[in-house]
């Protein structure tokens, strides 16, 4: 299904893994079957098990020793279907239950324990993801479509032309991509763009080209944009352990993409 990106990953170590997420352009849900948790520094709550977290998340961290997970990443298009109308926890941790209720939660996650590799969770889950699809709220197709073009120019789109395109006030655009989405359209595109700016930084590239090619004004600019999203500068997000678990950065050992 378009919108869905899946990876598994573990690994056992000796002293406790902490690591700060970078946000991202889509919810992801983390199914554990080990001893990982969730922790949000903001509002100190600690979630272990199957746990979603929105896309402004860089007040989430991932501890844990033994660490058997299952993750999902959802655009907000998928994500408005198969977690509810009303999913966006923002920087917020939430588990699966919650959404789902705990039967089809511990349906889901009794099918993934029991599976026996890999490629049998990512069929188990597709299929629970399907389900949830066909019977939850449709996005509306405007918002849809301003989504998709966000992502096309990654982030580099004008809101008053977009809402041109769909034939919509700025206001009635507003306010309809916030409440399907959980975000403003402006907070969406910055952190579609900043996603882009992270992993090309990631790759190796300096911050003056990454301005250069982001439509930033220089440097200083790009700065202050990066440290408002994920409170640590340009060099810090290159190097940000959590991008080694990222689907473009894992060690092939320890991981399972599915894309």
Not at 59 to 66: A, I, K, P
């Amino acid at each position: 299904m378009a919108g869905i990106s899946m990876a598994g990953f573990r690994g056992r170590t000796d002293s406790p893994v902490d690591l700060q997420m970078v946000p991202y352009p889509a919810f992801t849900v983390f199914i554990d079957f080990g001893d990982a948790e969730l922790v949000d520094d903001i509002s100190g709550e600690r979630k272990r098990g199957s746990a979603v977290v929105g896309m402004a998340a860089g007040s989430v961290r991932g501890c844990g020793r033994d660490v058997d997970v299952l993750q999902v990443r959802l655009s907000p298009v998928v994500a408005h279907a198969v977690l509810g109308a009303s999913a966006e926890p923002g920087a917020t941790v939430v588990t699966l239950e919650d959404l789902w209720g705990r039967r089809d939660t511990e349906r889901t996650q009794e099918q993934l324990r029991a599976a026996g590799s890999w490629d049998a969770r990512f069929t188990v889950m597709e299929a629970a993801l399907a389900r949830r699809h066909e019977t939850g709220p449709a996005m509306d197709p405007e918002i849809a479509f301003v989504w998709g073009q966000m992502v096309r120019s990654r982030g580099r789109v004008r809101v008053e032309r977009l809402a041109a395109e769909v034939g919509w006030s700025r206001k009635r655009l507003w306010s309809r991509f916030r409440s399907q989405v959980g975000l403003t359209p402006k907070r969406a595109a910055t952190l579609v763009r900043f996603d882009h700016v992270a992993h090309r930084l990631a790759a190796g590239h300096s911050a003056a080209r990454v301005a250069a090619e982001n439509g930033f004004v220089d440097q200083s600019h790009l700065c202050r944009d990066v440290m408002a999203i994920a409170g640590m500068t340009p060099t810090a997000v290159a190097i940000a352990p959590w991008l080694a678990v990222d689907h473009i950065a894992w060690p092939a050992q320890e991981q399972a993409p599915r894309v």
